[in-house]
């Protein structure tokens, strides 16, 4: 299981739930229990191999579903959108604007 973060300031708390709720499902379709929690942070997941063509539609899914965003071509393009770290703080701008 992920380990859990502390108290941290609303907006903190904020990305850290939504880079808990990634790694979940990360790890739902890959064992990723080997890497370290920062690391796999910043990890590319498409270099790691973690994710395929497949995969990339069932987390976009995912993401639009559970953080009730609307990705589009411009996030795909966008660099960060290969790492957990990056996509988080994507959706949080998403968030933010809604």
Known sequence: ???R???????DRAMKNIQERLVDWFSDQEDISGYDQDALLGLDYFEAELIDSF???????HVEKTFE??????HFQDRRFTSIQGLSE??????DVL
């Not at 995969?55 to 899914?61: A, D, H, R, S």
């Open 5 to 11: 973060f502390g108290a941290l300031p609303s907006k």
């Open 55 to 61: 995969g990339i539609m069932t987390l976009v899914m």
């Open 90 to 95: 994507i959706i949080k701008e998403i968030q």
């Open 69 to 74: 965003v609307t990705l589009t071509e411009d």
């Open 1 to 3: 299981m992920v380990r």
